[in-house]
């Protein structure tokens, strides 16, 4: 046991769990004022649902020795998750601060499909939504990736800090659930612009900063591989804010502040799997790539197929994490982490082939669980809200609350 690579892990569970709080400013100043609170509803309700998940059986499912596909549940409820180690994920720190550190990556995944169907989905279905993707998406793509015995993790694939397990997965299911759920109704007239920019650039400030815990403390460690994945991460989301500037100056003739804070979250997506396995030139280029690739998806692609992503959830976490993915296989070093391998650029012939059967099987399976799991819960409930519902807005219609008062 070591007291300082367990209080680094503790730290940055409270990092990451700070991210979906943020992820809820993000989001929540995207859209239209009378839905602000939704979105914050939303994203604090995951935390309280996902959490209990977590600990009953999700945790079990994720990481308890089972098969290639799932884990076993004799880990349900914490059952022999306690104070001392476990050799097989984490040798110097207590079995359940690993528990705790995933639990927050449990967290915030299903809170970024939000951002797909903003403005438009029953919070009653969204509460069942969540607990069933979590259960038959989530956890099962966490054991492949992961767990131990997931054939994913057999393969050799590396996914240092969840681009695989997180964007990818969750940007894959935002983009069927924008699908299906439809376009919203007021953009028969127009697109609506963020109600408040100040939370968008609050919200993603505070992912920015919970971020060094999300890709930092995967290394399970205050050691080397931690400095060199907090410093990656810090600059690959330089390279791609900027870049994402340059890319709106070139275009539009003015760069502006959402395009600098949504180039900075693609930059923090597109680094997640490679923190670990790449050297602070490659995370630089990484970061400028994924800006053009985003960028594309999210002003030129999706234009252009009429699909409704409301906070391009897809255009930015899964097309940012198939890059990040991607890239990882080009860069990964022996020589940042020998636990790793060597990609494309370093010699290695097999860890990009890897890397894409990895982001095959991910997508492939995440669409067909998402839509089947939707439309179950839409013949048993009804998924999408009524008219006249979205047009009073989810605060009232939902909650029973509004963001903004006007005394006079």
């Keep these: 046991m070591n007291s300082g690579d367990t209080a680094w892990v503790l730290i940055s569970s409270a990092l990451v769990m700070l991210m979906t709080p943020g992820l809820a400013f993000f989001y929540g100043g995207m859209v239209r004022r009378k839905n602000i609170l939704s979105v914050l509803m939303q994203c604090f309700i995951i935390l309280c649902v996902m959490s209990l998940q977590w600990v009953l059986f999700g945790y079990s499912l994720s990481f308890a020795p089972g098969n290639s596909f799932i884990g076993g549940l004799q880990w349900a409820g914490l059952n022999g998750v306690g104070q001392e180690p476990f050799a097989d994920y984490a040798a110097t720190i207590p079995h359940m601060a690993f528990m705790i550190f995933q639990a927050m990556f449990a967290v915030i995944t299903p809170a970024l499909i939000i951002g797909?169907?903003?403005?438009?989905?029953?919070?009653?279905?969204?509460?069942?939504?969540?607990?069933?993707?979590?259960?038959?998406?989530?956890?099962?793509?966490?054991?492949?990736?992961?767990?131990?015995?997931?054939?994913?993790?057999?393969?050799?694939?590396?996914?240092?800090?969840?681009?695989?397990?997180?964007?990818?997965?969750?940007?894959?299911?935002?983009?069927?659930?924008?699908?299906?759920?439809?376009?919203?109704?007021?953009?028969?007239?127009?697109?609506?612009?963020?109600?408040?920019?100040?939370?968008?650039?609050?919200?993603?400030?505070?992912?920015?900063?919970?971020?060094?815990?999300?890709?930092?403390?995967?290394?399970?460690?205050?050691?080397?591989?931690?400095?060199?994945?907090?410093?990656v991460t810090h600059a690959a989301a330089a390279a791609a804010g900027l870049s994402w500037a340059v890319i709106e100056w070139l275009r539009v003739g003015k760069p502006t502040m959402f395009g600098v804070a949504s180039g900075a979250v693609a930059g923090l997506v597109a680094i997640t799997p490679a923190a670990g396995f790449v050297s602070v030139v490659p995370a630089i280029i990484i970061g400028l790539a994924v800006s053009v690739f985003c960028y594309v998806a999210a002003t030129i692609i999706k234009p252009r197929m009429g699909y409704d992503d409301a906070l391009d959830a897809f255009g930015v976490h899964c097309v940012g994490g198939i890059w990040g993915a991607l890239a990882t296989g080009l860069f990964a070093s022996r020589a940042v982490n020998a636990a790793g391998a060597d990609g494309l650029f370093f010699g290695g012939s097999e860890l990009f082939l890897k890397q894409l059967i990895a982001v095959g099987a991910t997508l492939a399976y995440c669409i067909i669980a998402t839509l089947v799991i939707y439309k179950v819960i839409d013949v048993l409930m009804g998924i999408r809200i009524e008219q006249n519902d979205e047009e009073a807005g989810l605060d009232l219609s939902q909650h029973h609350e509004r963001a903004y008062t006007i005394i006079e």
């Design 116 to 231: 797909a169907f903003a403005e438009r989905m029953k919070f009653s279905a969204f509460v069942v939504f969540t607990l069933l993707w979590a259960t038959f998406v989530y956890d099962p793509v966490c054991h492949w990736v992961w767990g131990i015995g997931g054939w994913i993790r057999n393969l050799g694939a590396l996914d240092f800090a969840g681009g695989t397990v997180v964007h990818i997965n969750a940007g894959i299911a935002a983009l069927v659930t924008a699908v299906v759920i439809g376009r919203r109704k007021c953009l028969d007239k127009s697109i609506p612009p963020p109600h408040n920019l100040p939370f968008v650039v609050l919200g993603t400030a505070l992912l920015w900063f919970g971020w060094f815990g999300f890709n930092a403390g995967s290394a399970l460690g205050a050691n080397g591989l931690a400095a060199n994945a907090f410093v």
